[in-house]
């Protein structure tokens, strides 16, 4: 069974045509691209939503993300040298989320070499 995927393009121009005209350009390199990633949904959500406010709290049990997504935030925390709080606090993420992945993924590389 094929999983249907958002178009996340069409849904944040109209968010922006419809409530913040004035960010279109701030998003334009973003909706410009052939195909948006997770995290160019977290950027457009940043740049639109203006960075966390307290509803964002109760609404990230409804957040997910795909093993690429997952991987670019590890290599950016890896990139950068950051902890696991670092990270969790820069993508708004839970220490215990980060952790997580962090185990679960080293298996999988491992894994493969196996």
């Known amino acids: 069974m094929e999983r249907s995927v958002p178009n996340y393009k069409k849904i944040f121009e109209d968010i922006i045509s419809r409530k913040c005209p004035e960010k279109y350009t701030l998003c334009e390199h973003i909706l410009n691209k052939q195909e948006i990633s997770a995290m160019d949904v977290l950027r457009l959500n940043d740049i639109i939503f203006d ?64």
Request: net charge positive.
């Open 51 to 114: 960075k966390k406010t307290g509803s964002d709290l109760t609404n990230q049990k409804h957040k997910n993300y795909d093993s690429y997504t997952i991987t670019e935030i590890l290599n950016y925390q890896k990139e950068n040298n950051l902890s696991n709080v670092a990270v969790s606090r820069h993508f708004n993420l839970s220490r215990s989320t980060v952790s997580k992945w962090r185990k679960t993924f080293s298996l999988q590389q491992n894994n493969n070499f196996l």
